[in-house]
């Protein structure tokens, strides 16, 4: 069943994503993801009506951690700030959110 | 003495009996980078040598790794301009461990940027060539790795796998390559593509080679939830153990298979056949299905992970994402979307189920399965244009079993009419490392593989 | 318009509680981040660097648990962890780690007194990091990121402002029992948002919207109709004295556009401590799609009965619960038996007292309140005091009518001032007197001699 995503969702889609588009990439990506989402249609070609889910295919449960156990990946505030050009008394900086 | 096309373990005997340094080891490689790596492109960065004071078992082998571990104080990039000049402030897991054995680190091998691929053409900072045929990719995404041992740049190398990316680059190079079972290794430190898909492995020349550092890698991390707590199993020992498989093999796996690939399949199945090996025809879901589950499942994790990258605590904004990686973050965010959360995570997730029960089916019938790796050899750069979601499809024959997270491996085993690698992969059952290396090495033993490893060395024969 | 419609506010409450565990939710760093040099409880966990992944807390989750049992909630067996995305400078992975489907606890309820109010869910999720504006900038601190929370959700059971405060105050009491979090709205470790929305009610009779208590009946006879279709969240209050400011603003002002026979907007406002008011916030107001899916890094959770049962053996006689027994049982007044209840510490410290002199309830209580004795000294030293305290003291009549007469003839103004009407005066002669008998009388008796006295 040949879809189109209108225009509108894959701007919308864009704001999700924290991108903002062209007008020439928005119709780039209606194509292409339109068609992709083609393809992803034959999942309904299986029966999945008694399936459970399966996010983790690993067995595991419960895996955590005990409170206030030795911290070894404690960085430094030099080192936090290390990877930015922008910052100011010891914080991150960012020009100021409304 | 000559150090050319050495395996890790032979490099190791060399150290440990002192006919060469660890230096002089690093050195050797850091020549032929300079040498080869301006055309081949494998390595984007290179990093100093470090004296070693912890003596072990790795004896100050360098290695090169894929470019999405974070290496502490060495610029890590996943190849995109995103991370351009971000430069770890921790070390990841698996680099640690290396490290903690005594391992070099000679530098960051290029890849898919963010892992969105199979050809190393989505790098931000060019792709790599493959070095059987400059005209061609090496596959994806871990190509910079594959590329790096495929030319002896470095005698083995540390990769990661989402759905193929160790395991066809491998099969396109013609080197080993192992993608452990999901939960193996740990993932801390591994910049993330699919988090519940991503498994760094090794790539090597030889199987015993992949055996040894997979040993070294595995284990549970409580830096990753994920992490298995099953213990590891001694691979180089079960690797030679005398053993006897049933091995499965499926019609569907030959779909759409290029005619020579199918043939020297077909060929290694009888190698296999008079080495004893027991061989049975089973039937799978076809792979095409495990192609919508995989970029469904994927491209939504994938949203989510990229979702860190503003460029306010490290790195550049969200301006600096190539075009793949805006692709994919569109399509993970649809089909999380509210509305559409149930006709494509969701669902996605109960196809998942039914591959994991359908593999538990057959492996109770058979011990490993084997198929072809890819269905082509090495596409011509800048041919992965032509397809819509390319990474997906040419991984077809690897999602299924990514998919359901179990292990396999890829070994060489034949050329095809242009003198391109062919893959055959060996897939096994959850935590059965062992059983597929030991089938692997076996072939090794059996044929090497042919000459191919030393044929495709032939061209960078140190002069 | 129409002075016979009036209207019947609905309001829930969103409430987070930081917890006081040692280590964050996902990772080693120190929880305990108030105040610290900016950026320096971080690691790449909590500062949502490339490649790095979280692995919870072990006794966050429990003492999450027994928030829900605390508020009588069902406790799921088995939870898992979902991701909520949005984008924000304080949000370092682009997703907060949190519990959408499938949270620890669920339909639970608090009795006070007389009412009964429906917790929805309990869930725990993880906190962000801390913006403060410095002119043209945002500035970011991430030391708070990653510091584990539990979210409780009421059901829009609260009709007026002070429902609302009282709740908020036993819920305080109760957390701080449980010994999870001190619950400081001032430090931030307690954050509450209200929503509030109108029902309009077409009675015959009148209603007065200003006036805030309704009757009983007249709450479930709107209860059955369904629920107001807007709903209009409050954020950015910090302190009880704000929300009841702020619900009673919003009930006016929803009142008023009601009137006019619009709807009001569902929307998040802010609330003007100065201006005593909320106010609608400039930002894009779209419906959030968090894209919940669940947390891939973390493996789901699974809770046997016994660990449950556990658990909620670790729940204290609640402050309500104690109020109960103390009027009913010791028959204490109820003002008393509520501040008693309000600390613990003091509460269980009572009751040890009142172990050991069960008569005496009222008087222990009495002490304790007034502080006529200390509560830093061990509980049969105070019972012992106590009893001292109690013991009428002999007082020495032959002695004090001798020191009656002295003190009469000493302070003649005094005694002026009493008789002219000033009773007042009489104190500082009866001081007098306690001091003349170091204390070896009762000063009940000695006034009343005085008084006497000075009569005749």
Redesign the interface.
Known sequence: MKRT?PKE??KH??N??????TDE?TKT?QK??S???D????????P?AN????????N??????????????????N??????K?K??????????? | MSIFGKSIVELIRLVQEKEISRKELFDYFKRRITKYNPNLNAFLTLAEYQEDTNHGELLGIPLAIKDNFCTKGIRTTASSKVLDNFIPPYESTVTQKLLNQGASILGKTNMDAWAHGNSTETSDYGPTKNPWNTDRSPGGSSGGSAAAISAYLSPAAIGSETAGSIRQPASWCGTVGIKPTYGRVSRYGVIAMGSSLDSPGPLTLTVEDAAFLLKVLAGNDPYDATSSDIPVQDYPSIMTQKKKFTIGFSDEYFDGVNEEIKAKIMEALDVFRRLGHKTKKIKLIPPKYAISVYTILQRAEVSSNLARYDGIRFGNDRRSFGEEAKRRLMFGAYTLSYGYYDAYYKKAQKVRTLIVEDFKRVFSEVDVIVAPTCPITALKLGEFKKYPFFGEIMDVLNEPGAVAGLPAINIPVGLDSVNLPIGLQIMGNYFDEGSILNLAHQFEKETEFFGIIKKGLEKYKDE | MNNEDSYIPFIGLEIHIELKTKSKMFCQCSANYFAKAPNSHVCPVCLGMPGALPVPNKQAFEWTMLVGKALNCTINGTSKFDRKHYFYPDLAKGYQISQYDEPFAVNGKVRMQKAEYGIQRVHLEEDTGKLTHSGENTLIDFNRSGVPLVEIVTEPDFHNSDEVKRFLEELQVIIRYLGVSNADMEKGSMRLEPNISLKVKSQKSSFDALRMILSKAEVSKVKSDELPKYKVEIKNINSFKFVKQAIEYEIIRQAEILRKGETPKQETRGFSESKQATYSQRSKEYAHDYRYFPEPDIPPMRFSKQEIEKIAEKVPELPSQKVQRYTEQLKIKLQDALIISKSRATAEYFDAVVKLMPQNAQNVANLIIHKRIKTDVPPEEFAKTARELSTPILTDMTILSEKIIQVIQSNPKVVEDYKSGKHNAIMYLVGLLMREMKGKADAKTVRQELEKAIKT
Do not use: C, W
């Open positions: 995503l969702e894959i889609l864009g999700l994503s924290g991108i903002s588009l990439e990506y292409q993801l068609e992709t989402l393809y992803m249609e034959n999942i309904n070609e299986l999945t399936t459970p889910p399966t996010s983790n295919v690993s595991l449960e419960n895996v955590f951690f005990h409170d206030g156990g030795e911290n070894k990946r404690g960085l430094t505030q080192e936090a700030l290390s990877n930015t922008q100011k008394d010891g914080k991150f900086l960012v020009k100021r959110i409304l």
